[in-house]
C-alpha cells in the first residue's frame, strides 16, 4: 500500500513543475512579444526622422503651414511617447491601443502636409523625395506592425488557456494589445 504522504509529496512536486513549466512558456512567448516590437520601434525611428526632415524643410520656405507642421510635430510627439510606453513592456493592450490611436491621429496630421508637397510644384525636390522616403517607412512599418501582432496571438491564446490562466493571473501576465 503507498503512503499517502508521498503521494501528496507527488503531487506537490507535479504541480510545482507544471507551475514551472507554464510560467517558463508564458516568459517565452512575452520575450517574442518584446523581441518582434524591436521592428516596429525601428521603422516608428525612422519614420520620425525623415518626418522631422520633412517638417523643416517645409518650414523654412513656408511660412504659412505653420499650423499645419506644428500639429503634425504634436502629433508625431503622441506617437514617440506612446512608443517609449510599449517598448517598456510591449505586452501590455492598453500601450498597444495608445499607439495605435497616436498613429491614427499622426496619419491624419500627415495627410495635409504630403497633398501639399504633391500641389505645391514651386516646393524643392527634397521634400518630394522625403515624401517617397515616407511611404517605404510606411511599408516597413506595416510588415513590421504584422510580425508584431503575429506574436500576440499566441500570447493571448496561452493566457486565455485554463490552467494556464491561473499562472498568468498569480504573475501579472495580462493580455497583449495588436497595433
Known amino acids: ?9 507527488a503531487a506537490a512536486a507535479l504541480l510545482m513543475f507544471w507551475t514551472l513549466g507554464a510560467y517558463n512558456r508564458l516568459m ?26 520633412l517638417a523643416d524643410d517645409l518650414a523654412q520656405p513656408e511660412t504659412q503651414g505653420a499650423s499645419v507642421i506644428e500639429a503634425l510635430r504634436g502629433a508625431q510627439a503622441q506617437v514617440q ?19 495605435v ?17 504633391v500641389q505645391d510644384a514651386a516646393l524643392a525636390a527634397a521634400p518630394a523625395q522625403r515624401a517617397a522616403a515616407l511611404d517605404a517607412a510606411a511599408q516597413r512599418l506595416a510588415f513590421a506592425r504584422q510580425s508584431f501582432n503575429q506574436a500576440v496571438v499566441p ?10 490562466h491561473l499562472i498568468a493571473v498569480a504573475f501579472g501576465f495580462g493580455a497583449a494589445g495588436k497595433l
Open 81 to 99: 511617447a506612446a512608443a517609449d510606453a510599449l517598448r517598456i513592456r510591449a505586452a501590455a493592450a492598453e500601450r498597444a491601443a495608445r499607439l
Open 155 to 164: 500570447y493571448n491564446d496561452a493566457i486565455r488557456q485554463f490552467p494556464t
Open 101 to 117: 490611436v497616436a498613429d491614427a491621429a499622426l496619419q491624419a496630421e500627415l495627410a495635409p502636409v504630403l497633398a501639399w508637397v
Open 1 to 9: 500500500m503507498i503512503n499517502p504522504w508521498w503521494l501528496g509529496l
Open 28 to 53: 517565452a512567448l512575452r520575450n517574442t512579444l518584446h523581441r518582434a516590437f524591436v521592428p516596429v520601434d525601428e521603422a516608428l525611428q525612422q519614420r520620425h526622422r525623415l518626418l522631422d526632415r
